[in-house]
């Protein structure tokens, strides 16, 4: 049932996504789809509703996101509302905080769409850049309108980055969902991803050649993976690998971070014991706790 209606989301979004590429290719705007937006165009599913999809990333020229923010507007595309004005193209160019503008949305589309300046987060920037994907891209014409697709080698290495060193080492997330996909479009491009230029570029520094091993053991821990002969996974990663899955199997390693979280929720009240008194009295207060504690307990489930 789930698989059925997230087709049917998908559909939509295919839907979506054809109006925005035709929308920008009328400017002379080929945008390079990243992540979801690639699979849903290449078909590496072999069906669309096997793809999650949270949001549309779009790879575009940094000296057209002026302009392409204007075409956008005539189609009813807007920032999310706030107090503040949306930030203009130009004060983003310069602010260079962020590697996508902030997400717009039409209220004729399901969901927001993210237009990147550069494929990855500024912090791990140096790994792949913009212009490297695009010369490697693949014109692709598709429901009326011409869009570029990462090359296998790009892909992974953008979902290696991505999934690894920004959601797992920077937000201490891991996403199986992120992990089956490097895995899928490993197998199903296998004989076009070039694994040895995927190894040099991390092995340039060693916090990213160690996390490259790791990634890739992971992978083999969780989904059997078998490692390419370029890239080496030493026995003591293989180890980390296997303790990381038993530990998330293992539901004592839960119930200690959820007493854990219930010691710090309950030092923090008791800062305050006159406050604390006085709300043990109130429903509101049991209320709140107990929702706190089953949004952390939830949030420690879907983290992997």
């Known amino acids: 049932m789930k698989d059925a209606l997230n087709l049917d989301d998908n559909h939509r979004y295919q839907d979506q996504l054809a109006e925005l590429i035709q929308t920008l290719n009328r400017i002379g705007v ?3 789809l990243l992540k979801g937006a690639a699979t849903l165009v290449s078909g590496l599913y072999p069906t669309p509703g096997e793809r999650y999809i949270g949001d549309i990333d779009i790879l575009i020229p940094p000296d057209k996101l002026a302009e392409i923010l204007v075409v956008l507007s005539e189609i009813g595309y807007a920032p999310k509302t706030t107090d503040q004005p949306p930030i203009t193209a130009e004060d983003f160019l310069k602010q260079r905080r962020c590697h996508h503008y902030p997400g717009i949305r039409s209220f004729e589309w399901p969901i ?16 792949l ?26 892909f992974v290495m953008h979902n290696i980055i991505h999934s690894y060193f920004v959601n797992y080492r920077m937000e201490e997330n891991l996403r199986l969902r992120q992990l089956f996909e490097f895995v899928h479009v490993s197998r199903v491009y296998a004989n076009q991803i070039d694994w040895t230029a995927i190894q040099q570029r991390f092995n340039s520094r060693r916090y990213y050649r160690n996390g490259l091993s790791y990634y890739v053991a992971l992978a083999n821990a969780y989904l059997g ?23 998330i199997k293992s539901a004592l390693a839960y119930y200690l971070l959820y007493l854990f979280y219930l010691i710090f929720r309950l030092k923090g009240y008791a800062r305050n014991p006159r406050l604390l008194k006085k709300k043990l009295l109130t429903l509101s207060f049991y209320k709140s706790f107990y929702q706190s504690l089953r949004s952390f307990k939830t949030k420690m489930w879907t983290s992997v």
Request: charged share 15%; aromatic share 8%; hydrophobic share 45%.
């Open 30 to 32: 080929r945008p390079l």
């Open 112 to 127: 927001w769409v993210e237009l990147h300046i550069h494929p990855v987060h500024l912090p791990v920037a140096e790994c």
């Open 225 to 247: 993976f078998q490692p390419p002969p370029e890239i080496p996974i030493g026995h003591w990663i293989q180890l980390r690998a296997k303790l990381h899955l038993m530990w």
């Open 129 to 154: 850049t913009a212009e490297e994907m695009v010369q490697d891209a693949t014109l692709f014409s598709w429901r009326g309108g011409e869009c570029l697709l990462p090359s296998p080698t790009h």
